[in-house]
């Protein structure tokens, strides 16, 4: 049972047989303040909440506004209050600070910054920590490996990117690592050695890579630029001879331009960001860098080596039957799919206006946050619109999650999973996010004659569920037009069945007292 089932007393959202499990979910289900709490930003509140609240509230908060640390956001203040009070605490809960820790950073991968500058005051007066805390690290990195955990390989190389911008390891070991993931990639691919069934794996490893660049970048292209180019001249040529990845089946609308056989795949279009980013002189404003404010300090620290990794070798067959190696294409997509196939529901003049690195940067926040807190809705909105970013989300955050539950063939979890979602985003941002998901709702109604037959039926069943939570409220005389379409149109049933679901939900009585169309 996960911690986060055992305190909020309610079970997890089954998951998707395809997508990872976690044996450890964090619930800070009883840290949260409590609604209307008032947040002081006195230092004498900062003293007191920080003597009252325990070590872990102050890890699981770190970086947030929050009652823990006196309502302020300022994360030099966070980070000195978090180091202090662990130091006191290290005496006696060691063991309990390295675990809980580790579990952080893996389970709350946005704050990797905040973590990984802890580690680094660490690093200064107890190097043995620091030191077990980059075993562990290597050790997990090289089980998730072999065991294929996607999720865990992802973030545990985007961490090794927060432990080196404090100087807890050397840049040359990230390099190092990536020069591992990148060899077996193009290992994978050769026509000798490897087996291109599997490029969905070798594509996975490029894209580790190339998603903690954002982390790491600007770092390792301060330390050491030659051996940054070098991997990044490997990742051109990787892309230069893998197969391009036709999803198109995978699409939502049936005709979308997007889909066109001269469109990017998702490996393309990231490697065509982190291009960008590279040409910006690795600028990310969606990545904080808290050790920036403590540069003096860390800059003493000792780097601890990383030992080098090894990944599983590609698998033969000895076949040359085109089912059977169909049949290992296919177990590969599975083994490896596309983490997100983005979904664009507004125009360019509506959402938010951001660099394509940081909407990325955004996605794989709001991705992360998903799949950790899929059993603890409230908890999952509270972080959703508490990320460590400086700009506003809210139209990228409902194309995220509409992406995922519309997502083919299947949702990374259950549907009602994202419509509790959604609902408690709308509490927990009344001002902002209802308008979003409204017009969410009407750009898929116009497109909805296009729209994957699957796909309807999830958002038919979305649509429904959320307005019954909504006092079954909604502007229906705008789609008043679809009484005069045939029977058939796909407009006209997406509203009719939608009207029926809700009767089902209320009667009939309520529903036709103010919707017309009834």
Same mark, same amino acid.
């Given at each position: 049972m996960s911690l986060c089932q055992i305190h909020t007393n309610q079970p997890p959202t089954e998951p998707n047989p395809r997508a990872p499990t976690e044996t450890k979910t964090l619930d800070p289900s009883r840290l949260l303040p409590a609604p209307g709490t008032s947040l002081s930003a006195t230092a004498t509140a900062t003293a007191t909440a920080a003597m009252s609240a325990g070590w872990r509230t102050l890890l699981l908060r770190i970086g947030d506004r929050c009652p823990e640390y006196g309502g302020t956001a300022d994360h030099k203040e966070h980070i000195e209050i978090c180091y202090n009070v662990l130091s006191r605490e290290y005496e006696h809960s060691k063991d309990d600070i390295f675990e809980f820790l580790l579990q952080c950073a893996e389970q709350l991968p946005h704050k990797i910054p905040f973590f990984g500058v802890l580690i680094g005051l660490i690093n200064l007066e107890n190097e043995d920590f620091a030191k077990g805390i980059v075993d562990a690290t290597q050790a997990n990195l090289q089980d998730a490996l072999h065991t294929e955990n996607r999720?865990? !390989?992802?973030?545990?190389l985007r961490f090794l990117c927060g432990l080196m911008c404090s100087k807890v390891i050397s840049p040359n070991s990230i390099i190092e690592?990536?020069?591992?993931?990148?060899?077996? /990639? /193009?290992?994978?691919?050769?026509?000798?050695?490897?087996?291109a069934s599997w490029q969905p794996r070798a594509d996975f490893y490029v894209y580790c890579i190339l998603a903690s660049l954002p982390w790491g970048g600007s770092e390792l292209f301060e330390q050491v630029p030659d051996e940054l180019e070098r991997v990044l001249v490997g990742i051109q040529s990787y892309i230069s001879i893998r197969r391009h990845f036709d999803d198109i089946a995978f699409s939502v609308f049936e005709t979308d331009e997007g889909n066109s056989p001269n469109k990017k795949d998702f490996m393309e279009d990231l490697w065509e960001h982190m291009q960008l980013l590279s040409r910006n002189g690795w600028k990310v404003k969606s990545v904080p860098k808290p050790y920036l404010s403590f540069e003096a300090q860390l800059v003493v620290g000792k780097s601890h080596r990383f030992h080098p990794v090894s990944c599983p070798p590609p698998t033969f067959t000895m076949s040359s039957s085109e089912i059977l190696k169909g049949q290992e294409k296919h177990e590969a997509n599975l083994k490896y799919p596309q983490r997100l196939r983005r979904l664009? !529901? *507004?125009p360019t003049n509506k959402a938010e206006n951001m660099q394509p690195v940081d909407r990325f940067v955004v996605e794989e926040y709001i991705l992360d946050v998903l799949l950790f807190f899929n059993g603890c809705r409230k908890e999952c909105a509270f972080y959703l619109v508490s990320l460590p970013v400086s700009f506003r989300y809210e139209y990228l955050m409902a194309e995220?999650?509409?992406?995922?539950?519309l997502l083919l063939p299947n949702p990374p *979890?259950?549907?009602?999973y994202y419509t509790l979602v959604i609902i408690d985003l709308c509490? /927990?941002?009344?001002?902002?996010f209802p308008s979003v998901v409204v017009a969410a709702v009407h750009a898929l109604f116009d497109r909805i004659s296009n729209m994957d037959t699957e796909c309807r039926t999830r958002l038919i069943l979305w649509f429904s569920h959320h307005l019954s939570n909504f006092q079954f409220i909604w502007p229906w005389q705008e789609w008043a037009n679809v009484k005069g379409l045939p029977k058939w149109a796909p407009q006209r049933v997406f509203v009719q069945e939608v009207l029926e679901r809700e009767i089902r939900l209320s009667y009939f009585e309520k529903i036709k007292q103010f919707q017309t169309l009834v």
């Open positions: 999720d865990r !390989i992802r973030i545990l690592t990536y020069e591992t993931l990148l060899s077996s /990639a /193009a290992t994978i691919l050769d026509e000798d050695a490897g087996n664009h !529901i *507004f995220t999650i509409f992406s995922q539950l *979890f259950r549907p009602i509490k /927990a941002l009344p001002a902002a």
